[in-house]
């Protein structure tokens, strides 16, 4: 068992009979009444992010969690195929344990898949790709210098704001995180 002072971000904890990571936490003591951490905690099945208030030092149950390498298939509408790199098992993941940076998954890139037992509970993906600009609006000379941005399909189906000066064909970098463009990748 753990504390609150145990607490970090990214610990998983099983609260009120489920899984849960903490995305925030902080330590309170107000004036004269008892100290308490507050945090934000995402349930790990379905997604949702609520604010939990526990006493100082109350214990919880840390849970630990066994990561593997697994290589991403494809998507079948439903869920996601991943491929154990060392036994060659098909596993299917939701898209709720992969998060938004699902959309910037290739075939055969390589991502972390935390596991609890056999139940995969989280995805680790990198945090920056590489994708090629499959369709945009196609650039001007001059445009390179505004901070204007417009709207690229890249090849897994995602969209992306880019800069002006970006065309079809062209390999972008972008951020798994929050989908921001960071650069152009020179070949």
């Keep these: 068992m753990a504390t609150t002072a145990d607490f970090r971000v990214g610990m998983v904890i099983r609260f009120n009979g489920e899984l849960h990571r903490i995305d925030e936490y902080i330590h309170r003591t107000p004036g004269n009444l008892r100290a308490f951490v507050q945090a934000k905690l995402r349930n790990l ?3 949702r992010v609520t604010e939990s208030r526990f006493r100082s030092g109350e214990e919880v149950e840390e849970v630990r969690l066994e990561q593997k ?3 991403y298939l494809y998507h079948d509408g439903a869920s996601y195929q991943f491929m154990d790199k060392e036994s060659y098992e098909q596993m299917p993941v939701s898209s709720v344990a992969l998060g938004d940076g ?7 890139e390589t991502v972390q898949l935390m596991m609890v037992g056999m139940d995969i509970v989280a995805c680790e993906i990198p945090f920056n790709v ?9 650039g001007v000379k001059g445009d390179t210098a505004s ?3 417009k709207p690229a399909k890249v090849e897994t189906g995602a969209m992306v704001n880019v800069p002006l ?7 972008i970098r972008v951020d798994t995180r929050n989908g921001q463009y960071l650069e152009r990748v020179k070949n």
Excluded: H, M, Q, Y
């Excluded at 699902?102 to 055969?108: D, P, Q, S, V």
């Excluded at 590489?130 to 196609?138: A, W």
């Design 45 to 47: 099945k379905s997604g």
């Design 69 to 71: 390498a697994f290589t």
């Design 130 to 138: 590489e994708l090629k600009v499959v369709e945009t609006v196609p």
């Design 147 to 149: 901070g204007a941005t």
């Design 102 to 108: 699902a959309k910037f998954l290739r075939e055969g």
């Design 165 to 171: 000066f970006i065309n079809e064909g062209d390999v």
